[in-house]
């Protein structure tokens, strides 16, 4: 073979190495465009006839049994009887999977959030659809990561926001008004307001994987 079909055959490779680095780059940034920019719906939890049952008994207990059902008038319990707190439950414990069952049940956030629980961190990922006028990425959704640290420890719950992040993307404490990693209720507690009400009315809150127990004071 002379020097000119091996200078040919040595372009021909080159070319098409570019195309296939070139596909491969296009090919990278569609499906990056689309995870991104088109994030497709969570798909809406739901529970089994057994786990609806018991997930309205806990309801009932705290007074809120019709979340799981179309509420009607004839579910409405208007019987009258004096008040008493006599046997009342003063806990809330509800799995991950209630917990976003009763999102997709009672909001129309079932494909929009999803919750997630684990040691000591609540966790929520969530899609928020643009405005079409916002700049540059109008009619888009934005899709948000967000992680609260909740515990309970020396007398008074603790709230931590622990970031969060846009298209997967940290967003910078100094954004977050410097709250990251703070203890809401140990910073704004000691005036009077919402934390302060809050942590002296929480007895205890835990959560573990899957699971969320906040018990209440007297």
């Known amino acids: 073979m002379n020097t000119s079909s091996e200078h040919k055959i040595g372009c021909l490779h080159i070319v098409g190495l570019v195309l296939l680095t070139a596909f491969i780059s296009v090919s990278v940034t569609l499906w990056v465009m689309q995870y991104f920019l088109f994030p497709k719906p969570f798909k809406p939890v739901t ?23 179309k509420a009607t ?8 009887e ?14 991950e999977k209630e917990l976003n069952a009763l999102l997709a049940k009672n909001t129309d956030m079932g494909e929009k959030a999803v919750v997630d629980l684990a040691d000591n961190l609540a966790s929520a990922k969530i899609l928020l659809p643009l405005d079409p006028d916002f700049p540059f990425i109008g009619g888009k959704t934005l899709k948000v990561n967000a ?4 515990a309970y420890a020396n007398g008074h719950p603790i709230v931590k ?14 954004w977050l008004g410097n709250l990251k990693n703070v203890d809401l209720v140990n910073e704004f507690g000691g005036n009077a307001g919402f934390w302060q009400s809050f942590a002296a009315g929480v007895e205890d809150i835990h959560v573990q994987e899957g699971n969320l127990l906040i018990k209440l004071k007297e």
């Open 73 to 80: 008038t004839g579910n409405t319990d208007l019987t009258p």
């Open 82 to 95: 004096p008040y008493t707190e006599v046997g009342a439950k003063r806990e809330i414990a509800l799995t």
């Open 161 to 174: 926001l622990k970031g969060v992040s846009v298209w997967g993307v940290p967003v910078p404490n100094a």
């Open 47 to 69: 529970l089994n006839t057994q786990e609806t049952a018991v997930l309205e008994q806990k309801l009932q207990r705290i007074g809120l049994p019709d979340l799981m059902e």
């Open 147 to 150: 992680g609260i640290e909740l």
